[in-house]
């Protein structure tokens, strides 16, 4: 990245007492490494890149996803899963993915999406695959999500099987979409299916804690 895509890293002042250790690598690239043993968490890894010049690349420019208004019988499809009202706009991507903004932010969004390559905007609601629309993670923990859609109630052990993207067992002879709730709070998406329940957590997000079943 520093050699070939006009950035360089920013050196951060980081308080000696969180523990954290600064590595260097060449001369302009500076990483942080929050280990497990020696921070309250999980770890974390940390690098600060910062543009030098205004040229792109053409594969950066190529990436950049091209976004418009999402059709109106398209919108149809997500009814079910928004809570939707006159003051936000609806987007699909060349990639099938859909998104919403606050109308008031369309010109600034189309700002953004002209000039860079990595970002999420707006909130997610998900992504159409073969005419079917899978719901967005974002959309679930977001203010956006429809209030009347079913819903299963976890216990404290399951609640966490789920944040693993672990198997989790719950009586429904319903079918389909739901979200899985601790607490009245929303954790994220399943699909309950004849023979099972598909945890769609993100991988990406899932916690590692081991967990043991509470008496």
């Known amino acids: 990245l520093l050699n070939n895509y006009g950035i360089e890293g920013v050196q951060l002042t980081i308080p000696k007492e969180w523990d954290v250790k600064e590595t260097a690598s060449g001369e302009d690239g500076y990483a942080y490494r929050f280990f497990p043993h020696r921070v309250r968490g999980e770890g974390f890894f940390l690098s600060v890149l910062r543009k030098r010049s205004d040229i792109r690349s053409a594969a950066c420019i190529n990436k950049i996803p091209k976004l418009s208004k999402l059709p109106k019988q398209a919108i149809a499809q997500v009814e079910p899963l928004v809570q939707t009202s006159n003051d936000i706009q609806f987007l699909i991507s060349n990639h099938q993915e859909i998104s919403i903004i606050p109308k008031t932010m369309q010109e600034i969004a189309t700002l953004i999406n002209h000039h860079l390559s990595r970002h999420h905007l707006g909130t997610s609601v998900g992504t159409i695959k073969a005419k079917n629309i899978v719901p967005a ?4 923990l977001s203010r956006y999500v429809h209030p009347d859609l079913p819903k299963l109630t976890l216990e ?4 966490l099987r789920f944040l693993k993207k672990e198997d989790v067992k719950v009586e429904t002879t319903d079918r389909g979409w739901h979200l899985m709730t601790y607490q009245d709070l929303n954790l994220g998406w399943a699909k309950v299916l004849p023979n099972r ?8 997000w ?3 804690m081991r967990i043991e079943p509470t008496n």
């Open 137 to 140: 993670a974002a959309l679930a």
């Open 206 to 208: 899932r916690i590692r």
């Open 197 to 204: 329940i598909n945890n769609y957590y993100p991988k990406e």
């Open 156 to 159: 404290k052990f399951d609640a």
